[in-house]
């Protein structure tokens, strides 16, 4: 498998020749007994719309213009006096049982044993299938690459070395709260008897989970 960074950084290395120039190895933090299990949980209580995420995330993913894997977006909620304005986060939530998978054709989306719904970029051909699968709008094609498939893949190349995702790294309200469901602790174990799951109506279970979002946004 190769993942979008990876297929880039290989094909960067093949065009600069042999000269000394070598692939890091990158080994899995994965414990003896089975994989990881990611997750991510966004408190949009926290969420100041700063989208410091969203620049972390473009610096880390050079993703091509005009397109994120996250995005933080404002609308307003409630009329009259009780109206607001709100954030609301989009990204790739990496549904346990993803439409985008069971759409793909050539086997390029596939769900990771640590949960996480990735893109094998050698075995994508761009057609779109699971662009047009997704529920979430999180998918879409890099016109630089062939028209493959880009998206969030939670920066599984950092979780390979040990660093959390850019987005959660970089997000200065603490919004962002990354951990493991195998093993929860801390602020995300707590988090967890509390939070409300994306979209609920998609009656989907994902690793990227939501609280204290406005009852229109659950609802879309």
Known sequence: METRRQFIKNGLILCLGSGGILASQTVHAFPETGPARWGMIID???????????VACKLQNRTVPGEFNTRIDEHEVGDGAHARIAFSASLCVHC?????????????????????????????DGNGACIDACPYGARFHDSRFGGRVDKCDL??????????????????????????????????????????????????????????????????
């Open 44 to 54: 949009m209580t926290r969420c100041t719309g700063c989208q410091s995420c969203m």
């Open 96 to 124: 346990s049982d993803a439409p985008c998978v069971e759409a793909c054709g050539t086997g390029a989306a596939f769900i990771h044993p640590s949960g996480l719904v990735l893109t094998d970029w050698n075995r994508c």
């Open 155 to 220: 920066c599984i190349d950092r979780l390979d070395q040990g660093l959390a995702p850019a987005c959660v790294e970089n997000c200065s309200p603490g919004a962002r709260i990354f951990g493991r469901f195998d093993r929860p602790e801390g602020e995300f174990a707590r988090y967890l008897d509390i939070i409300n799951p994306k979209r609920p109506a998609t009656g989907r279970n994902t690793a990227v989970l939501f609280h204290g979002m406005a009852k229109e946004e659950q609802a879309s």
